[in-house]
């Protein structure tokens, strides 16, 4: 059980309502774990070790430190004197212990070896398969993806133990048990000085240094874990006071009104016999039902959860929860959100290491199914003290989207106890799934065959780039053609897929304007189709033109080679021919030279752009490949004319020609459409 559990449920032997020293001094350390002084002890045990020769008394006395650490949540030195009571040979309740701190260090795979070991030891069992399957799943909630962020309060927190921060009006009141701590008596079980309650103001995300809630709500003694009625005129409290007899002491719920000018004095809320340990009230919206835990003997284990209800004379009978809240462990801290669901922490549902915070679904007579919140929000530790103080986002640029806070001792905090804030944070993964793709002939080995429909290509290389061509990712396709990226928020992006014998092709993606605050995986899908390289097989491309003995580009042109630059320079094992050719006025000779010009211009613009040099190769036809009739002396229109006067591709390259094809409108030069 873990220590928290202990602290406020053992009775303190020989511990008076003034606390006053006990009459004898202790001498050795199990005399001062007898009586609760594990601060002692350890000091006391380290020495008795040391000291003794005999084995097995060294054994008993490794145990017995290994659980002192345990008292303190100091899980490394007690894994560390677990091992050395094994190393003692120890029995199987030291590799149980082991494993159980190593547990609550998430440790999780070492803790599931040592629980298998116990269960080879021991012959089996259902405790150490518990044990064993919750350090596995433990392990496999800490890998899981959430949306959930956790992070210390340091500006409340010190080295002491602070825990368990509640609203009250415009501010919170926390539980600790820092220096400003009323009386100068000290915890004879921690060394640490007594709980009180503290009052903290909040301006924004901004928290101001505590204030003792001061008198009459705190004493010399302790007092935690408050609750406020819904007016923040009425608290309920824990407190602890000795027996009549002046040699126990036991916690109780104290409830105290505020009369417009000071809180009265503090009265015993008693729906339980005194020596019954009652703490963690939790005071329903309405006032009229009282959330606690209780070690009431004859429960469900440990410590229970209780609800009881307010009636004309005061509190009824106390209702236990039951057994789908209540464990053969220990139940504790119970709070209930504005829908009526309970949350609250246990060690003995199926959790992480030590408290473990669970929400349990209302009944129209109790509550149902606890489900474990799970990492980030538990960890191996002790967590405890849960409330939400936001529900969902403000508006659609709220990237809070659910908050609160909650209690932990988990590694890396500043104290014994810390208080943590949790939100849920408006998180996107975008995730970008395509396929690569080719067309299906009805003849694979003839492309003018029917087309049937489109058949995965796998094997196929896939970038994905920036949109100015700077490489991100690269990935192959499966089998089924399909590739996977992931992407960023607010992002324009290019994909080029290739593949040895094809074409490469590009297609673009784009997660701008695309988050969504109740989606985490924003999904995203494209396809590209890659053309299959045929020997002998004409391309098609539009056409360049000229004006009538012009050599230059016309602007119209220029956007041409722009579009078909990215496929050469995406294409670079290509030998592309650029062949110019001119109508049939002029003589054949000059025709030459100037169809020689105007595809050497073609390649030096598209050289301009980035394509390799050595890809290009420019080739003056003249006139000697008309595209129609208009030969020397054939009467012909200027449209007619315009369209002898272009620039054709061809790829020189495994036998494959690139042959262009006219546009379906031939733009013709206005100063000849005049003549």
């Given at each position: 059980?873990?220590?928290?559990?202990?602290?406020f449920?053992?009775?303190?032997?020989?511990?008076?309502a003034?606390?006053?020293?006990?009459p004898?001094?202790?001498?050795?350390?199990?005399?001062?774990?007898e009586?609760?002084?594990?601060?002692?002890?350890?000091?006391?045990?380290?020495?008795?070790?040391?000291?003794?020769?005999?084995?097995?008394?060294?054994?008993?006395?490794?145990?017995?430190?290994?659980?002192?650490?345990?008292?303190?949540?100091d899980?490394?030195?007690?894994?560390?004197?677990?091992?050395?009571?094994?190393?003692?040979?120890?029995g199987e309740q030291?590799?149980?212990?082991?494993?159980?701190?190593q547990?609550?260090?998430?440790?999780?795979?070492?803790?599931?070896?040592?629980?298998?070991?116990?269960?080879r030891?021991?012959?089996?069992?259902?405790?150490?398969?518990?044990?064993?399957?919750?350090?596995?799943?433990?392990l496999?909630?800490?890998?899981?993806?959430?949306?959930?962020?956790v992070?210390?309060?340091?500006?409340?927190?010190?080295?002491?133990y602070?825990?368990?921060?509640?609203?009250?009006?415009?501010?919170?009141?926390?539980?600790?048990?820092?220096?400003?701590?009323?009386?100068?008596?000290?915890?004879?079980?921690?060394?640490?000085?007594?709980?009180?309650?503290?009052?903290?103001e909040?301006?924004?995300?901004?928290?101001?240094?505590?204030?003792?809630?001061g008198a009459?709500?705190?004493?010399?003694?302790?007092?935690?874990?408050?609750?406020?009625?819904?007016?923040?005129?009425?608290?309920?409290?824990?407190?602890?006071?000795?027996?009549?007899q002046?040699t126990?002491?036991?916690?109780?719920?104290?409830?105290?009104?505020?009369?417009?000018?000071?809180?009265?004095?503090p009265?015993?809320?008693?729906?339980?016999a005194?020596?019954?340990?009652?703490?963690?009230?939790?005071?329903?919206?309405?006032?009229?039902?009282?959330?606690v835990?209780?070690?009431?003997?004859?429960?469900?284990?440990?410590?229970?959860?209780?609800l009881?209800?307010?009636?004309?004379?005061g509190?009824?009978?106390p209702q236990?929860?039951?057994?789908?809240?209540n464990?053969?462990?220990?139940?504790?801290?119970?709070?209930?959100?504005?829908?009526?669901n309970?949350y609250?922490?246990?060690?003995?549902?199926?959790?992480?290491g030590g408290?473990?915070?669970?929400k349990?679904?209302?009944?129209?007579?109790?509550y149902?199914?606890?489900?474990?919140?799970?990492?980030?929000?538990?960890?191996?530790?002790?967590?405890?003290?849960?409330?939400?103080?936001k529900y969902?986002?403000?508006?659609t640029?709220?990237?809070?989207?659910?908050?609160?806070?909650?209690s932990?001792?988990?590694?890396?905090?500043k104290?014994g106890?810390?208080?943590?804030?949790?939100?849920?944070?408006?998180?996107?993964?975008?995730?970008?799934?395509?396929?690569?793709?080719?067309?299906?002939f009805?003849n694979?080995?003839?492309?003018d065959?029917?087309?049937?429909?489109?058949?995965n290509?796998?094997k196929?290389?896939v970038?994905?780039k920036?949109?100015d061509?700077?490489?991100i990712?690269?990935?192959?396709?499966?089998?089924?053609?399909?590739f996977?990226?992931?992407?960023?928020a607010?992002?324009d992006?290019?994909?080029?897929a290739?593949?040895?014998?094809?074409?490469?092709?590009?297609?673009?993606?784009?997660?701008?304007?695309?988050?969504?605050?109740?989606?985490?995986i924003?999904?995203?899908?494209?396809?590209i189709e890659?053309?299959?390289?045929?020997?002998?097989?004409?391309l098609?491309i539009?056409?360049i033109?000229?004006?009538?003995?012009?050599?230059?580009?016309?602007?119209e042109?220029?956007l041409?080679?722009?579009?078909?630059?990215?496929?050469?320079?995406?294409?670079?094992?290509?030998k592309i021919?650029?062949?110019?050719?001119t109508?049939?006025?002029?003589?054949?000779?000059?025709?030459?030279k100037?169809?020689?010009?105007?595809?050497?211009?073609?390649v030096?613009?598209?050289?301009s752009?980035?394509?390799?040099?050595?890809?290009?190769q420019?080739?003056?036809?003249?006139?000697?490949?008309?595209?129609?009739?208009?030969?020397?002396?054939?009467?012909?229109?200027?449209?007619?004319?315009?369209?002898?006067?272009?620039?054709?591709?061809?790829?020189?390259?495994?036998?494959?020609?690139?042959e262009?094809?006219?546009?379906?409108?031939?733009?013709?030069?206005?100063?000849l459409e005049?003549k």
């Amino acid at each position: 059980m873990n220590k928290r559990g202990k602290y406020f449920s053992l009775l303190l032997i020989v511990f008076t309502a003034a606390c006053k020293t006990v009459p004898f001094k202790v001498k050795d350390g199990n005399t001062a774990r007898e009586l609760f002084r594990y601060n002692q002890s350890i000091e006391f045990l380290q020495k008795e070790f040391n000291a003794e020769r005999d084995p097995i008394k060294q054994q008993k006395i490794a145990y017995n430190l290994g659980e002192s650490y345990g008292e303190f949540n100091d899980y490394a030195n007690a894994e560390k004197w677990h091992k050395q009571s094994i190393d003692l040979n120890a029995g199987e309740q030291s590799l149980y212990q082991l494993g159980m701190m190593q547990k609550q260090q998430e440790k999780y795979e070492e803790a599931y070896k040592t629980f298998e070991q116990f269960q080879r030891i021991t012959g089996g069992g259902f405790e150490g398969r518990r044990q064993a399957t919750q350090s596995k799943e433990a392990l496999d909630w800490k890998k899981s993806f959430t949306r959930m962020q956790v992070r210390n309060l340091e500006i409340l927190n010190t080295a002491d133990y602070d825990y368990t921060l509640v609203p009250f009006k415009q501010q919170y009141v926390l539980s600790s048990t820092r220096s400003e701590a009323l009386g100068s008596n000290r915890d004879e079980w921690t060394g640490e000085n007594f709980t009180d309650l503290f009052i903290v103001e909040k301006t924004g995300e901004k928290f101001s240094t505590p204030v003792n809630f001061g008198a009459p709500v705190n004493t010399p003694f302790h007092e935690s874990s408050t609750t406020f009625s819904a007016d923040f005129k009425e608290m309920y409290f824990v407190r602890s006071i000795a027996d009549e007899q002046k040699t126990n002491q036991y916690t109780h719920i104290f409830y105290s009104a505020f009369n417009n000018e000071h809180w009265t004095e503090p009265l015993k809320v008693d729906p339980f016999a005194d020596s019954v340990n009652v703490r963690d009230p939790f005071i329903s919206k309405d006032g009229k039902f009282l959330y606690v835990s209780a070690d009431v003997p004859g429960g469900f284990g440990e410590t229970d959860l209780y609800l009881v209800a307010k009636n004309d004379t005061g509190w009824g009978y106390p209702q236990n929860l039951g057994g789908s809240i209540n464990t053969p462990y220990s139940e504790r801290f119970p709070w209930l959100d504005e829908k009526g669901n309970l949350y609250f922490s246990s060690n003995g549902l199926p959790g992480m290491g030590g408290l473990d915070i669970f929400k349990a679904t209302r009944t129209k007579s109790s509550y149902k199914d606890p489900v474990n919140l799970k990492y980030p929000i538990n960890s191996g530790a002790d967590d405890f003290g849960y409330i939400i103080d936001k529900y969902k986002p403000k508006n659609t640029d709220d990237t809070v989207l659910f908050s609160g806070y909650f209690s932990s001792n988990r590694t890396g905090g500043k104290g014994g106890d810390d208080i943590y804030r949790f939100e849920e944070k408006w998180i996107n993964l975008f995730v970008l799934r395509g396929k690569v793709v080719e067309k299906d002939f009805e003849n694979p080995e003839n492309p003018d065959s029917k087309v049937v429909g489109l058949k995965n290509l796998a094997k196929a290389k896939v970038e994905l780039k920036t949109t100015d061509d700077k490489v991100i990712a690269t990935t192959t396709t499966d089998t089924a053609g399909k590739f996977v990226f992931k992407l960023e928020a607010e992002t324009d992006y290019k994909l080029t897929a290739s593949k040895g014998g094809y074409f490469s092709n590009n297609s673009f993606a784009s997660t701008i304007g695309k988050r969504h605050q109740d989606s985490t995986i924003i999904r995203i899908y494209t396809q590209i189709e890659l053309e299959k390289i045929f020997t002998q097989k004409m391309l098609v491309i539009p056409n360049i033109y000229y004006d009538y003995d012009k050599a230059t580009l016309r602007p119209e042109s220029k956007l041409v080679l722009d579009s078909i630059t990215i496929f050469f320079k995406e294409n670079p094992d290509l030998k592309i021919e650029l062949g110019s050719h001119t109508d049939s006025r002029g003589s054949d000779a000059y025709n030459l030279k100037l169809s020689q010009a105007r595809a050497q211009s073609a390649v030096d613009y598209l050289i301009s752009k980035g394509v390799p040099d050595e890809t290009l190769q420019a080739k003056g036809y003249g006139e000697t490949k008309l595209a129609n009739n208009c030969g020397n002396g054939a009467k012909c229109t200027e449209e007619e004319h315009q369209k002898n006067r272009r620039t054709t591709f061809r790829v020189i390259s495994a036998k494959l020609t690139l042959e262009s094809v006219e546009p379906e409108n031939i733009i013709v030069d206005p100063r000849l459409e005049e003549k």
